[in-house]
């Protein structure tokens, strides 16, 4: 790792396997030079080629590139990353170089507007042993008058000479999130973004670009934007075959205004360098848990009582369940929505955050040392940031949501969405889980939010700052949240948005685990969360084994298929165990057994995808750590007479012997000649634990032979 210049004013950011390379070129102009394999010398840095074109009048008169920096109004004409308007009317940018800083993990190119009197910081920021650079921007208004941001993005960076590009990205819907998405790259603009005033569950802040790379090798460009409100990612490419990316807040609606001395950071977009899409995952999951999750300890199984008993919650009932998931072997007990206020469905209560005293009449102090008793820690639903039109809250506080002057207020779900911008309200949430967290020992809280922004409007003595209200809500999120976690250290948090609405970097510097999505059909989840793993870690993805049939689509599948599948992140337990059969209750117990002893490999190991599911094709997925490797298969649909399904592993030590079951089998013959599994039933499920042979062996019993 080093960041360094080279002759030509042109500055060097290595990671251990990654290297990249900013030019200061005419004008001040940031030349974005090169993103890529890490170079032996330093002299290779300097003979790079200036990747600018000169050609014609309507182009810039310093030649066609790509660049780190974009200011608005030179001739430059792809999505700017900075643009602003004074109190004067001054609107244009002309930046000039001004100096570099260093440190061992972090260049700040400084750049200086005489126009808007403004100074700009361009932040690189190594993580060498992830082969991640965290950029992002800081501006700040050195002039008298004030200065109004209107976009603000975090990175910008070119490729070239780079044909049959492709973007991979995720879409989605409620139920249906993370679907990855494959297009090429052509002439013109891609943008993936939300505007909904939350990550979303249509698009995430997560996009990955290569030429021909598979899972096994070719060089892949990825990137993960760390907020959790409005954000736009942006391809563009020209005739010339540059291509132009850049990410951040999303300008759409967006303002902020920068009085005199005042600076913005903004969030950091972290871009990673990879050798294909194992690779990628590989760095980008042990990222994310060994620098931005709070917490490296291993996540217990949990039991959440919602499915069970939505709405109808008692202290009796749940008690009853308490016992049931105790002797399954869970370890966490979460009561989720209904146990506060006049919460008898989703139409009242929401804002008034007090026990429901028909439901609990002697509080929830009961409940949780019943809880504690049995040995499992306590877990409750909140959802803070909503208000639903029949509570308390709102009667006293109609003015607190967001809404515009004569305009009707749209509910969804019963619900508005509570203008956090307005201090009185982030006072309010703060106050109000503080008291709860302080006055019950409560060990884990999940943080929903059931719906999307509408009529973004704020107070009208606040009328200047309309487009300020989607980072003002983020802002007071997280200063919540942070403030929390300073006063309540050892209570857990998870992220949940009807699912997988809010899943971002943002989010995961602030919480041990997300809820994927709301749909807890087996099937449906190995697709979700087969190309979840592609951006994000095993660990943080809270996986439920829920009733048959489902809620969602009335499908029935076997409980050992429901488990292998919830077993491929953070297991938990929401079924109603009271219409259970003992039989069900005890092979539970088993699986559970089972995912604890294989929970160091899943939360920590090293990921593969060996297979799809589909009904064709069966799921597979390898997880290695030093001790074990753990494959979770579930077969595909039996369909003309086939009952096996063939797979090779990754990532073993060739020269290793493994005990695979009655088999002691080498490394290479694992990952050249591989294993094939016999199925008798649609949708069999399978857990098998394959160990180095100079370890103690503790091996699962499977009722099929491996062929």
Request: include cysteine; charge should be negative.
């Amino acid at each position: 790792m080093a960041i360094f210049e080279v002759a030509g004013r042109r500055f060097v950011v290595e990671g251990k396997r990654v290297a990249h390379v900013v030019t200061v070129g005419v004008n001040g102009k940031l030349i974005h030079t090169y993103f890529g394999a890490k170079l032996p010398y330093r002299d290779d840095y300097e003979a790079l080629p200036s990747p600018v074109v000169a050609h014609s009048s309507f182009e810039s008169p310093d030649g066609v590139a790509t660049y780190d920096f974009v200011p608005f109004g030179e001739m430059l004409y792809t999505e700017p990353t900075l643009k602003s308007e004074r109190e004067d009317g001054q609107r244009i940018h002309q930046f000039q170089f001004e100096r570099s800083e260093q440190t061992e993990t972090k260049l700040t190119l400084w750049l200086f507007d005489p126009l808007q009197e403004m100074r700009v910081g361009v932040q690189y920021e190594v993580f060498a042993d992830y082969d991640i650079i965290g950029r992002s921007i800081v501006v700040e208004n050195t002039g008298r008058l004030p200065v109004r941001l209107t976009a603000a993005q975090s990175f910008a960076m070119g490729r070239w000479h780079q044909p049959n590009l492709k973007l991979h990205h995720f879409a989605g819907m409620w139920t249906g999130e993370f679907k990855k998405q494959i297009t090429p790259v052509t002439p013109g603009r891609q943008t993936i973004e939300s505007r909904r005033g939350v990550t979303s569950h249509q698009a995430n802040p997560w996009f990955a670009l290569e030429q021909d790379a598979t899972e096994d090798g070719g060089e892949v460009v990825y990137g993960h934007f760390a907020y959790s409100g409005n954000w736009a990612i942006h391809v563009e490419q020209d005739a010339f075959g540059f291509v132009q990316l850049s990410g951040g807040m999303n300008p759409f609606d967006f303002s902020w205004k920068l009085s005199h001395q005042q600076q913005l950071t903004t969030p950091t977009f972290y871009i990673g360098y990879a050798d294909g899409f194992a690779d990628m995952s590989a760095h980008a999951h042990a990222f994310q848990r060994d620098v931005i999750m709070p917490r490296a300890t291993e996540r217990p199984v949990l039991y959440n009582s919602w499915e069970a008993t939505y709405f109808d919650v008692t202290e009796s009932g749940q008690r009853e369940l308490v016992d049931l998931a105790a002797g399954i072997g869970c370890e966490l007990f979460v009561v989720d929505d209904g146990w506060f206020g006049e919460r008898h469905s989703d139409q009242a209560g929401l804002g008034d955050w007090h026990v429901n005293r028909e439901k609990f009449p002697n509080g929830l102090e009961p409940l949780i040392s019943y809880v504690k008793q049995q040995g499992l820690q306590f877990g409750l639903w909140v959802e803070p940031e909503m208000v639903n039109p029949d509570s308390d809250l709102y009667r006293a506080h109609p003015d607190w949501i967001y809404h515009a002057r004569d305009a009707v207020r749209t509910t969804s779900r019963n619900q508005y969405v509570l203008n956090l911008g307005l201090p009185e309200v982030e006072q309010f949430i703060l106050e109000m889980m503080d008291d709860l967290l302080t006055r019950h020992a409560i060990d884990y809280i999940k943080w929903d939010m059931n719906r999307a922004f509408s009529e973004p409007g704020v107070p009208k003595d606040q009328t200047d700052r309309q487009q300020e209200l989607w980072k003002r809500h983020v802002d007071a999120l997280y200063r919540i949240f942070d403030e929390l976690r300073r006063l309540h250290p050892k209570v857990d948090f998870e992220a949940c948005a009807g699912g997988g609405g809010r899943i971002d970097l943002g989010i995961l510097s602030r919480t041990e685990q997300v809820w994927t999505s709301d749909n807890t059909d087996p099937l449906d989840r190995l697709q979700i969360q087969h190309d979840f793993s592609y951006a994000y870690n095993a660990k943080m993805m809270s996986c439920w084994v829920t009733d048959g049939p489902n809620w969602l689509n009335g499908r029935n599948v076997p409980l050992a298929t429901r488990f292998v599948s919830s077993m491929q992140g953070t297991l938990g337990i929401g079924g109603n165990l009271s219409e259970w059969s003992t039989d069900e209750l005890a092979e539970a117990k088993g699986w559970i057994e089972t995912y604890q002893a294989i929970r160091p490999t899943i939360q920590r190991g090293i990921q593969y995808r060996l297979s799809a599911f589909t009904q064709q094709t069966p799921s597979v997925m390898q997880y290695t750590s030093e001790e074990e490797t753990v494959l979770l298969a579930i077969a595909p649909l039996r369909q003309y007479g086939t009952h096996q399904y063939h797979f090779k592993l990754k990532g073993l030590d060739p020269a290793m012997r493994y005990q695979v079951e009655d088999r002691t089998l080498s490394g290479a013959y694992l990952m050249q000649q591989g294993l094939t599994f016999s199925y008798t039933t649609d949708y069999e499920a399978r857990c098998l634990r394959i160990q180095p042979v100079h370890r103690a062996l503790s091996l699962l019993e499977s009722k099929e032979t491996i062929v």
